[in-house]
């Protein structure tokens, strides 16, 4: 069996330097090398093991036989935005997990091809749109979730408006995801790409706010509700709230949204740290750290349970050894300190053995008494997952949401307790994967497609 060829990265030296993207991708005949491996399985696990069903044998039989076009008009036929997805989906634990060659050695590296494919075409090729059908749209939110349904509506002929509340479209893949995993011009390019469809795009846009949910409703004829989860959970220990201490949103946000880390030439600040401890194990801790980083801070993640239980993607947490964070596991934080009662100096853990199993499949984790010790540090950034902002639910009268969790209730095809208002994404299942609002985007778009037929 012919081994899984493995994209080039950046050297080192200039990664840690730079926001610009590591992980270089492949050449064609990488590419086409790749594609060889693939033994195109009469029934194909990794197009169940995708969460948009992209028909993965077809698009990497054509890619072989070099018919590029045919290999994305596939792809896009369920993925409307590959170069994003073949970039930042967790494809290890998804198509990739399942592939066969898997069992026997490494997997097809699915999300390289799909990323090359989705590259070569990106700015080049805009999708059909049907004639106009007269019906319009709302789409609240502009991350995956809102972007796919609005893409879906648009190719079917509906005139679709998107309401965004900060100042640039994207959600999470522009504040959230830094430029060295996904470069900021691929998503501009596929927002560019649904103007060029004719879809409006609005920014500084709080629906609730700037203006009432009530207008749209009165001038569309659907309203998709995909405000995603953009709230940061907390710790809720002593000294949380020093100088010195983000959350992981805050700190992404500020440097990949108002490029702080280009202050003073723009206007946001950032503090410039000599140790900055991220707690956190998941792809958004590994986002943190290698930010921190490359602002000129020594970084350390530290994580409650073992490397094995990370939820990170393995890439990920290597990419960030390579460039030099240090990880320290079975270790919680308990409390912040300061030498000044102002600026955090310092943070106490405990250490942690693993316990049993839990639901979801990760080893536990308990406390060891009298195991505390203590992290000098002048920064932290908390990256322990997100949470749907309730602003939106909230000011929605008659809209069934779960209280406990946050999220919208939707029945199976995304629709809410009100008549002709839909939602999907992380606003309806928690904080989950960008592909999987994709999915949820794409699928809602057709359940509004048939509701308004």
Same mark, same amino acid.
Request: charged content about 25%; hydrophobic content about 40%.
């Given at each position: 069996m012919?081994p899984r060829i493995?994209?080039?990265k950046?050297?080192?030296e200039? =990664?840690?330097?730079?926001? $610009?993207?590591v992980?270089?991708?492949y050449t064609?005949?990488?590419?086409?090398?790749?594609?060889e491996r693939?033994?195109?399985?009469?029934t194909?696990p990794?197009?169940?093991?995708?969460?948009?069903?992209?028909d993965?044998?077809?698009f990497?039989k054509?890619l072989?036989e070099r018919?590029?076009?045919?290999?994305y008009?596939?792809?896009i036929?369920?993925?409307?935005f590959?170069?994003?997805?073949?970039r930042?989906?967790?494809?290890?634990q998804?198509?990739e997990k399942?592939c066969?060659l898997g069992?026997?050695?490494?997997?097809?590296?699915?999300?390289?091809?799909?990323?090359f494919i989705?590259?070569?075409?990106?700015?080049?090729? $805009?999708?059909?749109?049907?004639?106009?059908?007269?019906?319009?749209?709302?789409v609240v939110g502009?991350?995956?979730?809102?972007?796919?349904c609005?893409y879906t509506?648009?190719k079917?002929?509906?005139?679709v408006?998107?309401?965004e509340?900060l100042h640039k479209p994207?959600?999470?893949?522009t504040?959230?995801?830094?430029?060295? =995993?996904l470069?900021? *011009?691929i998503?501009?390019?596929y927002?560019n790409?649904l /103007?060029?469809?004719?879809v409006?795009i609005?920014?500084?846009?709080?629906?609730g706010?700037?203006?009432k949910f009530?207008?749209l409703?009165?001038n569309?004829?659907a309203v998709?509700?995909?405000?995603?989860a953009?709230?940061?959970?907390?710790l809720?220990?002593?000294?949380e $709230?020093l100088n010195g201490?983000?959350s992981?949103?805050?700190?992404?946000?500020r440097v *990949?949204?108002m490029?702080a880390?280009?202050?003073?030439?723009?206007e946001?600040?950032?503090?410039r740290a000599k140790?900055?401890v991220v707690?956190?194990?998941?792809n958004v801790?590994?986002?943190a750290? =290698?930010v921190?980083?490359?602002?000129g801070s020594?970084?350390?993640?530290?994580?409650? =349970?073992?490397r094995k239980e990370?939820?990170a /993607?393995?890439?990920e947490?290597?990419?960030?050894?390579?460039?030099?964070?240090?990880f320290?596991f079975?270790s919680?934080?308990i409390r912040f300190?300061?030498r000044? *009662?102002?600026?955090?100096s310092?943070?106490?853990f405990i /250490?942690n053995?693993?316990?049993?199993k839990?639901?979801d499949?990760?080893r536990?984790?308990v406390?060891?008494?009298?195991?505390?010790?203590?992290m000098?540090t002048?920064?932290v950034?908390i990256?322990i997952?997100q949470?749907?902002?309730?602003?939106?639910p909230?000011? #929605?009268?008659?809209l069934e949401?779960?209280e406990r969790?946050g999220t #919208?209730?939707?029945?199976?095809?995304?629709?809410?307790s009100?008549p002709k208002?839909?939602a999907?994404g992380?606003i309806?299942?928690g904080?989950a994967?960008?592909v999987e609002?994709?999915?949820?985007g794409?699928?809602?778009a057709?359940t509004?497609h048939?509701?308004l037929?």
């Amino acid at each position: 069996m012919k081994p899984r060829i493995k994209p080039k990265k950046l050297a080192v030296e200039e =990664r840690v330097k730079s926001f $610009n993207e590591v992980v270089l991708g492949y050449t064609e005949e990488e590419a086409i090398k790749e594609a060889e491996r693939c033994i195109q399985c009469p029934t194909p696990p990794c197009v169940t093991g995708c969460p948009i069903s992209i028909d993965i044998p077809s698009f990497i039989k054509a890619l072989r036989e070099r018919r590029f076009e045919d290999s994305y008009k596939i792809m896009i036929a369920t993925n409307p935005f590959p170069s994003i997805c073949g970039r930042i989906c967790p494809q290890e634990q998804q198509c990739e997990k399942v592939c066969t060659l898997g069992k026997i050695g490494e997997p097809v590296a699915i999300g390289k091809l799909e990323k090359f494919i989705g590259d070569l075409y990106l700015n080049k090729s $805009n999708p059909e749109v049907t004639s106009p059908n007269g019906k319009k749209v709302a789409v609240v939110g502009s991350g995956p979730a809102g972007l796919a349904c609005a893409y879906t509506l648009a190719k079917m002929g509906y005139s679709v408006s998107i309401f965004e509340s900060l100042h640039k479209p994207g959600g999470v893949l522009t504040y959230g995801i830094p430029a060295f =995993r996904l470069p900021k *011009n691929i998503v501009e390019g596929y927002v560019n790409q649904l /103007r060029e469809m004719g879809v409006k795009i609005e920014v500084d846009v709080l629906v609730g706010r700037t203006i009432k949910f009530e207008y749209l409703l009165r001038n569309f004829d659907a309203v998709f509700l995909g405000t995603g989860a953009g709230l940061p959970r907390f710790l809720n220990i002593p000294g949380e $709230n020093l100088n010195g201490i983000y959350s992981a949103n805050e700190f992404l946000t500020r440097v *990949n949204l108002m490029k702080a880390y280009l202050f003073p030439e723009y206007e946001t600040p950032i503090y410039r740290a000599k140790h900055t401890v991220v707690i956190g194990g998941g792809n958004v801790a590994m986002d943190a750290a =290698r930010v921190a980083l490359r602002l000129g801070s020594e970084v350390t993640i530290a994580y409650r =349970r073992s490397r094995k239980e990370m939820p990170a /993607r393995i890439e990920e947490i290597e990419n960030a050894e390579e460039e030099g964070v240090k990880f320290v596991f079975l270790s919680s934080p308990i409390r912040f300190i300061s030498r000044d *009662n102002f600026w955090v100096s310092g943070v106490e853990f405990i /250490r942690n053995r693993l316990g049993p199993k839990g639901p979801d499949g990760r080893r536990s984790f308990v406390p060891v008494e009298g195991s505390n010790y203590f992290m000098k540090t002048d920064c932290v950034v908390i990256a322990i997952g997100q949470l749907p902002n309730p602003l939106l639910p909230r000011l #929605i009268p008659k809209l069934e949401c779960d209280e406990r969790k946050g999220t #919208i209730k939707v029945d199976e095809e995304g629709r809410t307790s009100i008549p002709k208002v839909y939602a999907g994404g992380d606003i309806t299942t928690g904080a989950a994967t960008a592909v999987e609002a994709i999915a949820a985007g794409v699928r809602v778009a057709y359940t509004i497609h048939k509701d308004l037929s």
